[in-house]
C-alpha cells in the first residue's frame, strides 16, 4: 500500500522561505507522477504543481510562478516542494499526491486523477 507522508511545513513571515518533503513508500516510486496541492480554510482544494515521472515535466499554477520549486529524488523516494517569497495568501495545508500512470512524461492537475494522497502538512505565513 503506497504511502505518502510530508514534512517542511511551519510558521513563516511574509517573503521567507520553506522546503516541503513528501517522502513515498509501499511502491515503485518511478511508476508515479507526483503533485502539490494546497487548500485553505474555506476553500477548495487546488493544485500547486506537478511534476512528471521523468522529472522532466513539470507545471506550476500562476500564483506560484518564479517562487516555488517542485523537484523529485527516485534514489530516495522523495518529492519536494522548494516555496520561496511566501505570501499570506500561500496559507494552507499542502498535500502531496502520487498518480500512478504509465506514461512518463504525463502530469495532471486534476484531483481525481491522483490515486494516493498525504495527510497534509501546514503553511503559516505570517504578515
Known amino acids: 500500500q503506497v504511502q505518502l507522508l510530508e514534512s517542511g511545513g511551519g510558521l513563516v513571515q511574509t517573503g521567507g522561505s520553506l522546503r516541503l518533503s513528501c517522502e513515498f513508500s509501499g511502491g515503485a516510486f518511478s511508476g508515479y507522477s507526483m503533485g502539490w496541492f494546497r487548500q485553505a480554510p474555506g476553500k477548495e482544494r487546488e493544485s500547486v504543481a506537478e511534476?512528471?515521472?521523468?522529472?522532466?515535466?513539470?507545471d506550476y499554477a500562476d500564483f506560484v510562478k518564479g517562487r516555488f520549486t517542485i523537484s523529485r529524488d527516485d534514489a530516495k523516494n522523495m518529492v519536494y516542494l522548494e516555496m520561496n517569497s511566501l505570501k499570506p495568501e500561500d496559507t494552507a495545508v499542502y498535500y502531496c499526491a502520487a498518480d500512478r500512470n504509465p506514461k512518463p512524461f504525463h502530469i495532471t492537475t486534476t484531483l481525481d486523477a491522483y490515486d494516493y494522497w498525504g495527510q497534509g502538512t501546514q503553511v503559516t505565513v505570517s504578515s
Open positions: 511534476i512528471s515521472r521523468s522529472g522532466s515535466i513539470t
